[in-house]
């Protein structure tokens, strides 16, 4: 404890950060938003532990197993911090080969040793939450309530239709690419080309395909046909009449499945957010069906299309490569750029811990961080902003007294407890005498909407004054001061205020967001 | 993806563990019974990462420091898995010296490479709930409220009374210590022997004071005097009068802050859970006031004083001295042996990172592993144990149908639907055509409450059954098939009848656990 100790380093460690205050209440009221819609589909948690063996993690994630946390060779195990919430569900899985279906969710921390960008909310540590539903079923449905599932949790968060659920599946791209002329080889390399499309404009997308990945300019061409569409029901019924198209296998399954998915999202009322959008092609290998991905208004980059655009994208594409796509990178690169909710199928990733125990799965993540940062920036447009309130507190005790004033401590102990028997969460000054100017101040900083003030004579006759704080009445208003009520009637009274106040102001973070303009 | 790859070790790391399916459910609900009285009492969360800055760390935990787990050096910062939340909750205060006075609550897993003891319920990985309120205040105040909280959380997990809050104070033991005439470089060791008084007879701790730290026996004697005293008031009182103790100046200061605490845990009604126990001594260095720990039936081993069993005790400690211990420890070596919940005050821990800063603090953590085992177990005893249900839904939607059925997958869907968007906590199976055993089967084995049941014809008259799952009606009654319902009115009627079923059984753990014979 000596004075040399003042020579820590007082911080965090690097891309990571500490949750207080308002941020951290709205950041709880976005988890349990999302946790309600999913437990309203039957979703049950699943909590694994937040290191695994190394080798579980190995040989899933490609190149970006470099950004792999490792713990320190202890004697013992070999093993680091997860780097998703996916393969350790795919290992819980295998390891319960009793359960061949569930539907889990699981909302925790994940860790990236990658370069940090703190103002953009790349983190090395940050949050997922995950719903994913493994079994056997019948096609589509589940992956069908799944997109229910994503549209439910943004209506809830108050977006009101402000976001974009695009989709494609993978099959319909193999089929394109197919029928195109893209050598076996040369697949993957140019969906991920495809993928850019987001961000990049078809010219740009194109010369990745011809000059980098050695492409047949016809080819390309003909690949321009496909994916620069994307739309609805009329979409598929013209993909569905084109006979190169269909006499592929896999374009022909895809786009079958595409159908049912149309079907079942129309029954499920969603169709209306969904853009069939065949440029759309995800990063992860292991996606074998549907995938998506869900966009918000200024949540991705404008696709960048006059020529003096395109030229700066491409210079500083050859200069300094790495960089201009860390930069444009999501927080968490399983979703795609500006993405705030992305998944998709996968039915071979139990398989490779147990081939015995082949589960197909279907799922999504929500990127919390990115939801987070869109959600407050929309309440703090908002002046009013009761929803940074810093605790939850409903009520702060205080007293009141003239000279000899003793302070009332006991009896502002009393009346908490009362209040906290009532299931009312309550507050008070702990101290002997605190001043009346401390106490309102102190209440109305945390934002607390009621004061109930104790004064000597008026607790003698059975009473209490409530005030309702934060209000600007005019003089001669029956309630300037606040209104006496008897203490007999005080929680029945006091739990009544409450409910009104809260169903006008603070009941959801949808009820909040929705009458805003954003 | 190769066969070799089925020789994965497929399994959690040593010391962790999944959590899922009920136990999650279970789980979960504690930890949100939890937190619920912790924002009843103004609490806001605070979020450290799971890793911190190894120096940090260092110099906390004494010879315990051992058990710290290591990043691995990757380049960059040196990094270490948190081992409990009360040191990043110090190092945050440090770093943000605006925050003078906070009551902040956190609920996340910490680290430890101890041996594990699964069996007892000893992880290295396991989860902690802290409640601390940081800042300068009238003495004993805030601690009080703790102790309020700390009641509160056990009366609405249900426990009903049936647990005891040991408390005691650092100034009372070093008085009591000094007047008997225990030397100073002794206090540490000889408070330690006393604090295994929960465990072991007054002989085997006097043996130990005596033959193994070197005490005079005569002091010895005198300690006994004082610390097997357990009581209330009426024991303070007592002490008050004890000339020899009042003229020790810690001794005084303590008694005074005891006689606080007392006057205001009765003015917050929890006198009767508290014992004043003299023997309570904790086990970390940095407590500086009052000390506490909570003990419930069954949680604590009892206490050995019979010849044969004390002598077992000694023989076993001589030749596997280590191992007796760590059998007998808690999951979590800061909790007392057996204790569901400790803490204290410590005043100086934050000036260990910056003394400028220095900030009175007091708390307590939750010993949640511990806490769910022993209402595990009361569930269990339990026949009806309604708390164990998988998940929360409320509704399984089914269709039954004669020749010819088609499955009804779309009005399934539509119907689901029109609950979740009602908030209704809804499932339905995803086959095309499942059998109605079959979806009966799932809702029951998901202790689902109720089915819906659509049919072709109901639906044209704009009807659907309605039955209540896993009641044992006699023939006869008019309910024993359900009840067919107007499609009108069916979003009310059904939140009627969950509302009726959820007042009858599961509201509250605290509703579950009451009733029960334990």
Redesign the interface.
């Known amino acids: 404890?000596g004075?040399d100790?003042?020579s820590?380093?007082?911080?965090?460690?690097?891309g990571?950060?500490?949750?207080?205050?308002s941020d951290?209440?709205l950041?709880?009221r976005i988890f349990s938003t999302i946790a309600d819609v999913f437990?309203?589909?039957?979703?049950?948690?699943?909590?694994?532990?937040?290191?695994?063996?190394r080798?579980?993690l190995a040989?899933k994630y490609g190149e970006d197993s470099k950004l792999i946390?490792?713990?320190?060779?202890?004697g013992?195990?070999i093993?680091s911090?997860r780097y998703d919430l996916t393969v350790p569900f795919a290992?819980?899985l295998?390891?319960?080969s009793d359960v061949r279906n569930i539907?889990?969710y699981h909302i925790a921390?994940v860790?990236r040793?990658d370069q940090p960008a703190v103002s953009k909310g790349r983190m090395r540590?940050f949050y997922q939450c995950d719903f994913d539903i493994a079994?056997a079923?019948?096609p589509m449905?589940?992956d069908?309530?799944v997109l229910?599932i994503v549209s439910?949790v943004f209506e809830e968060l108050g977006w009101n239709g402000r976001y974009t659920i695009k989709i494609n599946h993978r099959k319909i791209l193999d089929g394109v690419f197919a029928v195109c002329g893209v050598p076996e080889d040369k697949i993957r390399p140019i969906s991920s080309a495809v993928d850019k499309l987001d961000k990049m404009p078809w010219a740009d997308v194109r010369k990745e395909m011809v000059d980098e990945k050695g492409l047949d300019g016809a080819v390309a061409d003909r690949i321009e046909t496909y994916v620069m569409h994307k739309g609805g029901r009329e979409l598929l019924d013209r993909l569905m009449k084109d006979e190169t198209l269909n006499a592929n296998e896999s374009a022909k399954a895809g786009l079958t499945d595409m159908g049912l998915m149309i079907?079942?999202l129309e029954?499920?009322?969603v169709l209306d957010k969904i853009s069939f959008d065949m440029s759309l092609a995800r990063g992860l290998d292991y996606y074998t069906g549907v995938i998506y991905e869900v966009v918000t208004e200024g949540s991705a980059p404008a696709v960048q299309s006059d020529a003096p655009e395109a030229q700066k994208v491409q210079k500083s594409s050859k200069k300094d490569k790495k960089t201009s796509e860390d930069d444009d990178r999501s927080n968490d690169p399983t979703l795609g750029v500006g993405s705030v909710a992305a998944g998709g199928r996968y039915d071979?990733l139990v398989?490779?811990?147990?081939?015995k125990a082949q589960i197909p799965c279907v799922g999504v993540s929500f990127g919390v961080d990115r939801i987070f940062s869109i959600t407050k920036a929309r309440l703090e447009r908002d002046q009013a902003a009761q929803g940074l309130r810093?605790?939850?507190?409903d009520v702060y005790v205080m007293a009141i007294g003239g000279k000899g004033f003793n302070g009332m401590?006991?009896e502002r102990?009393?009346m908490?407890?009362k209040l906290?028997?009532a299931?009312?969460?309550?507050?008070f000054n702990?101290?002997?005498k605190p001043k009346l100017q401390q106490q309102f101040k102190a209440a109305e900083e945390?934002g607390i909407p009621f004061g109930l003030i104790l004064g000597e004579s008026e607790l003698a006759e059975g009473k209490v004054r409530i005030k309702e704080l934060g209000l600007k009445l005019p003089d001669g208003h029956p309630e300037k001061d606040g209104v006496d009520i008897e203490l007999v009637s005080l929680i029945p009274e006091l739990k009544a205020r409450l409910e009104k106040k809260q169903s006008g102001s603070e009941v959801s973070l949808a009820q909040q967001l929705q009458g805003m303009q954003v």
């Open positions: 404890m004075k100790k003042t820590f380093n007082l911080k965090t460690p690097k990571t950060k500490d949750w207080a205050g951290a209440l950041r709880d437990k309203r589909h039957g979703g049950t948690a699943l909590d694994t532990p937040v290191f695994e063996l080798e579980i040989g946390y490792d713990l320190q060779d202890q013992g195990e093993c911090l290992r819980w295998a390891m319960n539907k889990r921390k860790y040793r540590e079994g079923f019948d449905v589940p069908a309530e229910r439910e079907d079942y029954a499920f009322g071979n398989g490779m811990f147990l081939p810093r605790s939850e507190v401590l006991k102990m009393e908490c407890q906290w028997d299931g009312i969460k309550a507050e702990y101290k002997l945390g």
